[in-house]
């Protein structure tokens, strides 16, 4: 059964003559003839009684015919849809992210993008940029703003931003008075760091490596899995951290805790947008990706 035949056999029904029907269709009577021999054949009933004058319904397709509209009106339906869907921006982005972009940068670019397209929505999953990774290549999400590079297959990464690294200092440490610190003063500091996996940590290893200190040799009094926690547990007056100067130029981190740059080490981040190159093709997801090149920072 396809839609020509269920189409001729409404018409039929409709005119209750094959050649009115066929005349409303633009096609020929025997064409017309075949579509509904051929439904009665896959039907194995006959729809039709041929009259002398007239073609009536028989009790089956009395039957049938309520459903035949049905599946004429359901494929009408579903080609406005598609014509709808393709003339104008609608419908689900899943977004993986780190919480420095999480917090302190897409509520405003999301905020922006739904002033213009309404019809759109946002699941969020939030984690380390690793994990993150991951779930793109897995398909689970459709794309992701981390802060570390990893090479998978499929994925294309586009540059997003740049975060400068710095030091985290609560009112009362002897180093918040400073406008800039040495690494030689801060090596005996107690530290509160980031998990394996976050970028933060992985730029902040790799630069304290190419100074040649050693990470895993800091003096670490705790272990936090989000920027967030880091920024409350160095407020508590807990330590002192590594943390982002976009996080920490937010007005509400501003006056509790100091961003103090760290002389002879430049830590910078490197931000990635992130993305499974088979679905770069999602209308959505492309306008998406627009919007956040074009965002200022």
Do not use: W
Request: hydrophobic content about 40%.
């Amino acid at each position: 059964m396809d839609f020509k035949q269920v189409e001729a056999f409404v018409f039929v029904a409709k005119y209750k003559s094959f050649s009115r029907a066929a005349e409303k269709l633009l096609l020929s009577q025997p064409t017309v003839s075949t579509h509904i021999n051929t439904l009665e054949e896959n039907l194995g009933v006959k729809l039709f009684d041929r009259l002398s004058k007239e073609v009536v319904l028989t009790e089956a397709g009395q039957l049938f015919y309520p459903y035949a509209v049905d599946m004429m009106d359901l494929r009408e339906r579903s080609h406005e849809s598609i014509k709808e869907f393709l003339n104008e921006i609608s419908g689900n982005l899943r977004i993986g992210t780190s919480t420095i972009i999480a917090e302190y940068i897409l509520p405003e670019v999301i905020k922006n993008f739904k002033e213009s397209y309404a019809k759109t929505y946002f699941n969020f999953t939030v984690n380390n940029s690793q994990t993150i990774i991951q779930r793109i290549a897995d398909g689970i999400l459709d794309l992701a703003i981390v802060t570390r590079k990893i090479p998978k297959k499929d994925l294309e990464y586009k540059l997003f931003m740049k975060d400068r690294i710095v030091l985290a200092v609560y009112p009362g440490h002897p180093l918040y008075k400073r406008d800039n610190v040495f690494v030689e003063e801060i090596l005996k500091e107690e530290f509160i760091i980031r998990e394996i996996g976050s970028g933060t940590r992985a730029a902040v290893e790799h630069s304290l490596k190419q100074k040649g200190y050693d990470f895993d040799s800091l003096n670490s009094s705790a272990t936090f899995a989000t920027t967030h926690a880091v920024i409350q547990a160095v407020k508590s007056g807990l330590g002192i951290a590594f943390a982002s100067e976009t996080a920490l130029d937010n007005k509400s981190c501003a006056s509790e805790v100091k961003s103090v740059p760290i002389t002879d080490l430049v830590v910078e981040k490197d931000i990635y947008i992130v993305y499974n190159k088979r679905k770069s093709t999602k209308k959505l997801l492309k306008q998406f990706l627009g919007t956040l090149m074009a965002y200022e920072r």
